[in-house]
Every structure is written in structure tokens, then in C-alpha cells.
């Protein structure tokens, strides 16, 4: 494993239902882009009986492991990760597998504990969320690992010897099940989660893994014609799940195979694992269902990555996903200081002025709308705003929150009342009046402070705010005449007088 993050890291996911190949290259900047995913619906769980994985279900294994060998010795990648779970962990005949995979390919093959499982899928929810209290639940094709975590700690774990494939095989004999069918499987689910007393009306989210969890949100993201992309920290409520498992369950196999966000191959594996989703969101309680598209194959990625840091996951999901995406976007930080340090001046005089009043969280928002504000000038300088809006609601950013990324993309992207109103128009119910005027001010705090160093000087020493009868003074102290930015100022500042609601005069001072 010593070499396995120099450039290049791949990882094979041997599940019960699919077989995964993931590579991984890393950047200029130290981070890792994903640059192939393969995935092959192998099913071995069908190949388990009585315990043994049967000689049909050893050939399936071994042809689709050459198969992605035919990919790792293109990329020339000699140190691969190659996983197993519930299958191969409950077949009596282990051993023989792991010599046939050994013996026959390039790969070594681990198979993972009950806890390693679970404790990978905790890895990953806690690298790309910024949860630091709940449950998460990651069904599989052959098992389903239950982790209780707190303080971002991991108190409890259960594998259940059960998931989405098996309980199809065990519970629902044709394509689609009965109503007698859903009942039994119900009873079971109920049985078995109530042999958890941890579970039990936590009141927590639950923080859903893996390939069933994706197609569900997808399938109720295409159902509300749901305004962005991205799947990652997708919130659903008890009731939505409850609309989702109703529509599926009136549907015939033919309509679950050509239904909007599921995969074909999971159209007799989703209700199943839905009824997973149902039962314990209603056992715990759940105040929301939340998806993380990162499982099992990324917290394995996670611990290479991390481990050389000493530490098991990292502290803050949010800044490092900023700090990450303004190197891929090319942010000069130089200019980000100044527009922290100089909205900074601006909105402590307000405050002190008794203008505005700004929580912990509206300073933590503005921090992080600084490091990515107009963000979309890489793609084009003439439509920048437009494009920092499109980038930042759709693309994924770890840790935060699909309202939270809003947010954040209406104030990086503000330049004007009317864009704004343009681009919060299919969110407008997200936030309230008073949510909705304060985005509104960050945004106008951020275009008149980069406005102030609108060439990048770095000027600008100190701003006083003046309260005058009906409008603002800003005395602005430069180390040196300043006409661009007093210009580009003079300019800009009617955003901020209308967020404000006040006239506001400039008087550009040089320090002596």
C-alpha cells in the first residue's frame, strides 16, 4: 500500500449484487479525480447455496476481475485495492475463492469484517457530511451495516446478515411482490430492527449508503421535476419515502424497468430496499433521510488518505471542499484575503453602527461565499456570474447541504436585485424574507469590497462607517491614491445602498 497514492489509486467493491471498478488520479493541488468507474451487475448473491459460492458464481467473479485487469494493467497501476463483502464473507468456501482470485489475476482479495464494513461507511459519511450526530444505514446486496455515531465518533454498529438481493430471494417470489408478500417482509424488517434497542427513537438523521439509496433519490428527484443536479446530502422527509415506496408498488415490473432515475437492474431489488428505508426511518424517528453518495469504496479511499495525517477523517468537510474547488477554479487567494478583509471592515462598522446584525452562522456564510465569489470568471469573463451560479448550485461541495449550496451560489453569483431575483426564483420558497435580504446584503457586501480592489492593489488600509441622519459615510483610508477603485466603487455601491436601504457617500482618504 506504500504507493498506491503517489498517482494513481484503484479500488474493486466485490458485492453481493454489483462489482465495481474505481480509479482514481490525482491532481495538480493533491487532489483525487475519479477517471474510471466501472460497474458490472455480477449478482453472486444468486450464486450462494447453501452457504457455498457455487462454481457458476466462481466463473462470474473470476471473468469480471480479468476484465477490470484489463483496465489496471492499461493504467499501469500494480498496488489494487480489491475488496469483498457479505458474499464472499458468509461463503464456507472463503479460502478456495480468495486462492482461485490470487492465482488467476493480478489482485489479492480482502475480505472485509462485519465491523470494517460498517466502520468504512462511517469513514465516508464523515469525510463528506457535516453531520456530527446520527445513523447510517448502508444496504448492500447481501447485508446491511447500521452505524449510531456521535461527535463524529462511532458508538454503535450491526451488520444484519440481510439485503436488498437476498431479501428479494427470501421474500418475494416473482418479479414484483404481493400484498402478502410486503406484509411478511414488514413483520421481518420489524423484527429484526427491534433487536437493536440504540435504534430506537434516536430523533437523528438517517444518512443513507449505496446503490439503492441513489435510485431512490432519483426516482423522487425526477417525480418533483427537482430544480438542480447532484445527489450527494439529498434530504427527504418520512412521507416523501412513504410517496415513493406507494408509487413503486403500484407499478408492474415492466413500468419499474422504464421508470425515470431507477436502474434497470434494480427493478426487482428497490421496493425491498425501500422497505429498509421506510422501517427504519420510522423506528428511529427520523427528523430527515439524507443520502451520501459516498460509501464502502470512498471510506477505504478516505483512510489511505488520511492516515499519513494522523487522523481518521477530516475536521472540516466544508473548507476543504472550498479549498479544493477554488484551486481546480484557479481563485487567487491574494484577492480572496482582501474581499474577507475588507467585507470584514465593512460589515463590523454596520454592525457596530447598529445597521445590521450578523449571527455566527452569517459570518461562517460570508467566509466561505468569499473564497468561490465569482468563481464562474474561469469559464468566461462576461457571463462570470451567470456561470458561478450554474457551478456552485449544481456541483457537488462535501458537507453541505443542497439549501446551504444554494445560499452560497446566490451570494458568490450577486451583481444586481434583478439577476438575483433571476436566479432565486425556483427556490424562493427554500427561504424566508429575512433569509432572502440577508443573502441579499452578503452579496452586495461582496461586490462592493471587490470593487474596492478592483486591480488588485491591496489599498485599502481601513473603512470607518459614518452614520449621518438618513445615509452612510464611508471613509475609506488607502496607502495611495486609489481613482480605479474609487471609480469602480462609485459604480458598485448602489447594490449595496438598496440592500441597505440608505444612500451612501464615499470619501476615499490616502494615509499620511
Known amino acids: 500500500m506504500k504507493d498506491i497514492l503517489k498517482q494513481q489509486y484503484a479500488i474493486i467493491d466485490i458485492g453481493s449484487n454489483t462489482m465495481r471498478l474505481v480509479i482514481y488520479e490525482k491532481q495538480d493541488g493533491g487532489f483525487y479525480k475519479e477517471v474510471e468507474n466501472t460497474k ?11 452457504g457455498v459460492l457455487i462454481q457458476e458464481g466462481m466463473d462470474i467473479l473470476l471473468q469480471t476481475l480479468l476484465q477490470f485487469q484489463e483496465s489496471t494493467r492499461f493504467h499501469g497501476l500494480h498496488n489494487v485495492l480489491c475488496v469483498a463483502t457479505a458474499t464472499i464473507r458468509q461463503a464456507k468456501n472463503q479460502e478456495e475463492i480468495k486462492k482461485l482470485v490470487e492465482g488467476k489475476t493480478d489482485f ?78 414488514r413483520r421481518y424488517l420489524w423484527y429484526q430492527f427491534q433487536t437493536l434497542p440504540w435504534l430506537k427513537e434516536k430523533r437523528l438523521p438517517l444518512i443513507a449508503i449505496g446503490g439503492s439509496a441513489r435510485n431512490m433519490v432519483k426516482i423522487h428527484q425526477n417525480a418533483i421535476s427537482y430544480p438542480i443536479a447532484g445527489l450527494h446530502l439529498y434530504k427527504m422527509k418520512e412521507a416523501d419515502i412513504r410517496d415513493v415506496r406507494e408509487e413503486l408498488e403500484s407499478l408492474s415490473f415492466t413500468e419499474l424497468q422504464k421508470l425515470d432515475g431507477l436502474a434497470k437492474d434494480r427493478a426487482d431489488t428497490i421496493i425491498p430496499a425501500i422497505e429498509v428505508f421506510y422501517m427504519l ?21 478516505y483512510e489511505e488518505l488520511t492516515k499519513k495525517l494522523g487522523i481518521s477523517y477530516y475536521p472540516n468537510v466544508v473548507e ?4 479544493l474547488l477554488s484551486y481546480e477554479y484557479e481563485m487567487d487567494m491574494k484577492f480572496v484575503v482582501q474581499l474577507i478583509k475588507q467585507g470584514t471592515l465593512i460589515c463590523t462598522q454596520l ?32 457571463a462570470s456570474r451567470l456561470h458561478t451560479f450554474y457551478l456552485l448550485a449544481n456541483k457537488t461541495i462535501d458537507g453541505m447541504m443542497h439549501k446551504e449550496r444554494i445560499r452560497l451560489a446566490l451570494i458568490a453569483s450577486y451583481k444586481s436585485k434583478m439577476l438575483f431575483k433571476q436566479h432565486l426564483t425556483p427556490f424562493e420558497d427554500w427561504f424566508d424574507k429575512s433569509e432572502q435580504k440577508k443573502i441579499r446584503l452578503l452579496g452586495a457586501v461582496l461586490q462592493f469590497s471587490a470593487a474596492l480592489n478592483v486591480r488588485q492593489r491591496a489599498l485599502i488600509e481601513k473603512i470607518n462607517v459614518e452614520k449621518n441622519k438618513e445615509k452612510l459615510v464611508f471613509h475609506i483610508v488607502c496607502k495611495q491614491s486609489a481613482l480605479a477603485e474609487k471609480v469602480q466603487a462609485e459604480k458598485q455601491k448602489k447594490q449595496l445602498e438598496k440592500a441597505l436601504k440608505m444612500n451612501i457617500d464615499l470619501i476615499f482618504e490616502e494615509e499620511y
Not at 475480505?111 to 448502508?138: H, I, K, P
Open 108 to 185: 489479492v482479495l480482502r475480505v472485509l469484517s462485519e465491523y470494517e464494513e460498517a466502520r468504512y461507511g462511517y469513514l465516508a459519511v464523515m469525510n463528506s457530511t457535516s453531520f456530527t450526530e446520527g445513523v447510517t444505514v448502508d444496504i448492500g446486496g447481501g447485508s446491511t451495516e447500521v452505524t449510531y455515531f456521535r461527535d463524529r465518533e462511532i458508538v454503535e454498529y450491526y451488520s444484519f446478515p440481510f439485503g436488498a438481493l437476498s431479501l428479494k430471494q427470501q421474500f418475494i417470489h416473482r418479479e414484483t411482490p404481493t400484498k402478502e408478500e410486503l406484509e411478511e417482509l
Open 281 to 301: 426511518t420510522n423506528i428511529i424517528q427520523a427528523p430527515s433521510f439524507v443520502l451520501s453518495r459516498k460509501g464502502l469504496r470512498e471510506g477505504v479511499f
Open 351 to 382: 454592525e457596530e453602527s447598529e445597521i445590521i446584525s450578523f449571527s455566527e452562522k452569517d459570518w461562517g456564510i460570508f467566509y466561505q461565499a468569499a473564497k468561490v465569489f465569482n468563481i464562474g470568471k474561469y469559464i468566461d469573463t462576461e
Open 40 to 50: 458490472v451487475v455480477a449478482r453472486l448473491r444468486n450464486y450462494l447455496i447453501d
Open 320 to 323: 476543504e471542499s472550498l479549498h
